[in-house]
């Protein structure tokens, strides 16, 4: 709903505006087809031209997220939490019994529990594979954190490709609005004897151009971009949690106490309230038993 919003007051503020002070919208009209065509095909010719096929599908999708917002909500990091307890409470009670959950979290029964996780190949891989390396008995947990850090890492720069790629697009469209605009004066300079009003009609669908690239890259596409990269790092929380959750483990903490450090770690708005969660392992536990 925000992003609407957001785009209902750039055009109306700007235009607006605009139309307020007097000017009129008849010469931006007619130049605007063949300048979008311009520098919105130029744009979309050199985002094509400077990345490969995956990064071009994962745009759209990633586009699509600053609408939708963020994958992980409230309920999720809850779920999360739950899972996370169930496979480390099991761990230590029966070690060979956790292994057919995290050696097949596609068939697992704990994992089948919560579906949205389940289904995202990023978070199962995670968490299996630091399970399995703590059930190889490693002798220096910190080890192990240095590897999450740096796939983490890897992770969250891959996921950045996209929004890196969008901002190119959004610090080249004003250059491309002068280019629209410099064959627009030069189409102008090729009807110099026409009369002052023909003239001043040509320039004006020329300098609509430059209005536009400036246009697009600071209202629109560029503001797209700092979304998308702002939802990566709302998303990367909820890895993060596994994390430190997986790592208090490996400390050999206290399960409950594994829980109480991801959920400290988690996101204000996204962190569950404690006794809520404390209500769901009681549950877990008796389940369990």
């Keep these: 709903m925000l992003p609407i919003i ?3 007051l750039v055009v109306g503020l700007v ?6 002070a007097g000017g009129s919208m008849t010469i931006i009209l007619k130049a605007l087809p063949f300048e979008m065509v311009m520098i919105g095909g130029a744009a979309l010719g050199a985002f ?3 990345n490969d096929l995956a990064t071009i599908k994962g745009t759209g999708r990633d586009i699509a997220k600053v609408f939708k917002g963020p994958k992980w909500q409230a309920a999720d990091y809850r779920d999360l939490l739950c899972l996370l307890f169930q496979l ?4 230590r009670q029966n070690p060979v019994a956790v292994e057919e959950h995290i050696e097949a979290p596609e068939t697992s029964s704990i994992f089948g529990a919560y579906p949205k996780i389940q289904k995202d ?3 199962i891989e995670l968490i299996c594979d630091t399970m399995r390396a703590a059930s190889m008995n490693y002798d220096d ?8 850090d740096k796939r983490l890492e890897a992770r969250r720069e891959h996921a950045l490709h996209t929004s890196h790629a969008v901002q190119i697009v959004a610090d080249a469209l004003p250059a491309l609005g002068i280019v629209a605009a410099v064959l627009g004066i030069i189409k102008t300079m ?6 002052p009003e023909v003239l001043g009609k040509m320039i004006g669908g020329a300098l609509t151009g430059t209005f536009l690239g400036v246009f697009l890259a600071y209202g629109f596409v560029g503001p797209i971009a700092s979304r998308m990269s702002a939802i990566v790092a709302e998303d990367d929380h909820f890895f993060q949690l596994i994390r430190e959750v997986l790592i208090a483990n490996m400390h050999a903490h206290p399960a409950n106490i594994c829980i109480e450090v991801g959920r400290q770690n988690a996101p204000h708005h996204f962190r569950p309230e404690f006794s809520a969660l404390e209500d769901a392992l009681r549950e877990l536990k008796k389940t369990a038993a």
Excluded: R
């Design 6 to 8: 957001g785009i209902v």
């Design 121 to 123: 190949h990023d978070a």
């Design 48 to 50: 094509v031209l400077g």
């Design 190 to 195: 090729g009807s110099i004897d026409e009369p």
């Design 88 to 91: 480390i409470w099991l761990a």
């Design 15 to 20: 235009f607006g505006g605009y139309l307020g």
């Design 141 to 148: 947990p910190h080890q192990v954190e240095d590897v999450l």
